[in-house]
């Protein structure tokens, strides 16, 4: 199984960007997806993920600005930036809980986003 991440890049404070994380492989089922971020000096977070295909979990700190969403014909994940802010710049990394023979946490190479104040 990959995951691969695209999406990232410069934009201005109050700007938007859209992440995405096709996965691919041998995917029997996915049990949940979700985008975490690691900025200069701190450790990696957890910012949104969705469950299931349908329960959502978002970090406080970009709840009402981060959309999380999933096709599931396509295997694809999307995070849907808005409102962003300086504290946003972080390396975008996706990850997935999916089985193929026996289930296993896959990873994706990060995506950077840099917000200018």
């Known amino acids: 199984v990959q995951l691969q991440a695209s999406g990232g890049g410069l934009v201005q404070a109050g700007g938007s960007l859209r992440l995405s994380c096709a996965a691919s492989?041998?995917?029997?089922?996915?049990?949940?997806m979700g985008w975490y971020r690691q900025a200069p000096g701190k450790e990696r977070e957890l910012v949104a993920a969705?469950?299931?295909?349908?329960?959502?979990y978002y970090a406080d700190s970009v709840k009402g600005r981060f959309t999380i969403s999933r096709d599931n014909a396509s295997n694809t994940l999307y995070l849907q930036m808005d409102n962003l802010k300086p504290e946003d710049t972080a390396v975008y990394y996706c990850?997935?809980?999916?089985?193929?023979?026996?289930?296993?946490?896959?990873w994706g190479r990060g995506t950077l986003v840099t917000v200018s104040s």
């Open positions: 969705i469950i299931n295909g349908r329960e959502t």
């Open positions: 492989g041998n995917i029997a089922r996915i049990n949940s």
């Open positions: 990850q997935g809980t999916i089985a193929t023979v026996t289930w296993n946490d896959y």
